[in-house]
């Protein structure tokens, strides 16, 4: 069930620590219809500055964004960390993956260059990962922490005009993430499945809206 705006006044409200508007569009599409009103930093009348990212891992960089919003807004958070892994590259981009290639980048221009560097790589050697890390901060006592992750490869070229960052070039079955309908996309993506496992240990809580 989606909630319409209207309805969203009564729902537990949690901020979502996200200055990327493709992304929030994403949670918020995965939340409301779990009973979660899904707000942004401009919603709560609060600034959340950019953090400085400093984790090694995708948990501790989501946990950094998702305490700093909590202890600026006073709401529930939601932090994402999310990036992509790829085996013929050690891992890269991993906790890089939205700086890859430089600062100031665009989109395209970051899946380009990691491409480039797959140039020569066959097919069969082609293997990835998206990897989401979702942290919730109930209080300064209470952290919830998932992880999900979807195994596809990286093409050969890019394809398709939906989503968003390296979408384009990662395939889920043959098929790009940018093909992909915002609901096929969700009921695959790392980030569904992560916030899937989210709503369990939120209900567990009884912190379902």
């Known amino acids: 069930m989606i909630f319409p705006r209207g309805e969203r006044e009564n729902m537990k409200k949690f901020i979502i620590a996200t200055n990327n508007a493709k992304k929030l569009v994403e949670l918020d599409r995965i939340l409301n219809p779990l009973g979660i009103n899904a707000v942004t930093a401009r919603d709560a009348g609060v600034d959340l500055d950019d953090v400085e990212e400093t984790g090694t891992t995708f948990e501790e960089n989501a946990l950094i964004k998702a305490m700093s919003a909590f202890e600026k807004s006073g709401l529930p958070a939601i ?66 922490t998932v992880r999900g992750e979807c195994v596809g490869e990286i093409a050969f070229e890019p394809s398709g005009e939906g989503g968003f960052g390296y979408d384009p070039i990662f395939l889920y079955e043959g098929k790009s993430f940018a093909l992909l309908t915002p609901e096929e996309k969700d009921s695959i993506s790392h980030r569904g499945k992560a916030l899937r496992l989210l709503r369990e240990e939120l209900l567990k809580k009884n912190i379902d809206g």
Do not use: Q
């Open 79 to 144: 932090a994402d960390d999310s990036g992509l892994m790829v085996d013929a590259l050690d891992g890269r981009p991993g906790v890089y993956t939205a700086r890859y290639g430089g600062e100031g980048l665009s989109d395209k221009e970051r899946y380009m260059h990691l491409l480039d560097e797959m140039k020569d790589i066959p097919k069969d050697e082609r293997t990835a990962r998206f990897v989401s890390a979702i942290c919730c901060v109930i209080s300064k006592d209470e952290v919830i």
